[in-house]
């Protein structure tokens, strides 16, 4: 079983930046993937990035170029570096973990002002 806790988000004028944390209860060095996925009101949840196990990422195209997702084993805990923040980038942003089922956070809110 994997505990997942998010912790960094907040407000922040567009343009800025935030650093999310998600922090896991076991050592992360065996989890295959993991990840970042938001769910702004009214919409469906959609990935954000993916990082696995080697450090191959992958972003959506709405973020490409300004969020940089990376993993700390030795901390057991994956960031999301969220740079030139939009308010379209405002949401609930949710971390998940793949060992043998789906793990998933608490949320973290995310709040980007125009």
């Known amino acids: 079983q994997v505990q997942l806790v998010e912790s960094g988000g907040g407000l922040v004028q567009a343009g800025g930046s935030l650093r999310l944390s998600c922090a896991a209860s076991r050592s992360i060095f065996s989890i295959n993937g993991m990840g970042w996925y938001r769910q702004a009101p009214g919409k469906q949840r959609e990935l954000v990035a993916f990082?696995?196990?080697?450090?191959?990422?992958n972003y959506a195209d709405s973020v490409k170029g300004r969020f940089t997702i990376s993993r700390d084993n030795a901390k057991n805990t994956m960031y999301l570096q969220m740079n030139s923040l939009k308010p379209e980038d405002t949401a609930v942003y949710y971390c998940?973990?793949?060992?043998?089922?789906?793990?998933w956070g608490q949320g973290t809110q995310v709040t980007v002002s125009s």
């Open positions: 998940h973990a793949d060992y043998y089922i789906r793990y």
């Open positions: 990082i696995t196990r080697g450090g191959g990422t």
